[in-house]
């Protein structure tokens, strides 16, 4: 188990969540596996306790206190897997139940293929807020930057790339997410400005964090990931909307005949 390290003051540890693929599962069983459209906090704490080297059975009561955003910079779109499992010697799988002996059971009837579904988000960008105490957030940075285990996007075989680790912020999460500049892909910024006519110096991204005052609830704070005493609890989150930097070279300058919030700008129209 890892010592939480002490100090005073807060401090918000920014992460880029950016790969391929990305999955983000809260309620997934059995054959078919889905993904939430964007990272859950049992996601994002299971990858911090696996930078610091944390076993299974550790304790995460540190990682708990620490208060979750996430900002929607890219969303990707949605992939399905479908594939099918069968025993490479033509024998019947095996089923979940065992015998005394604590022997797996062939299925019965005999079963030769189980066909599977999994989902992924493709080519999506998330930036994460993680505030907490300073010298957690401190410790928690190095960690990624230098992980004992290999990090995943909500799988094994969801691999981040590079920079996954953002400098960390002195402010609050909130400010935090607003102040930081856009983190699409450069691809996905081109694309933007030329399907909008536009190089516009903001843009808005929609934003989910932590919130005792929140409107939803989610499902997905783990209170162990011990496979023996697995468990789950709520929390209460805000869903809103947030003006963000681009950094978008040479900006178009600002539009004084602007008349206020437009929905349908954000469907392109």
Known sequence: MTTPPTGGGRAVLLLRLAGPLQ??????AFNRRETRPEPTKSGVIGLLAAAQGRAREDDITDLLQVRLGVRVDQPGTLLRD?????DYRGR???????SAKGVQKPTSPAKNTHVTQRFYLQDAVFLVAV???????TALHDAVRNPAFPLAL?????VPTQPLALKPHTGDLDTALRETPWQASEHARSLHCRRTGTRPARIDLAATVDDPDGNDVLADVPQSFDPRRRAFTNRTVRH????????????DPP???DAGHDPFVLLGW
């Open 23 to 28: 999955s983000w599962g809260d309620r997934s």
């Open 82 to 86: 479908f594939h099918t499992v069968s």
């Open 92 to 98: 019947p799988l095996l089923q979940a139940g065992v």
């Open 131 to 137: 505030e907490g105490p300073e010298a957690l957030v």
């Open 154 to 158: 909500g799988r094994r075989s969801c």
């Open 240 to 251: 809103t909307w947030l003006s963000v930097p681009t950094d978008i070279p040479n900006p």
């Open 255 to 257: 539009d004084d005949t």
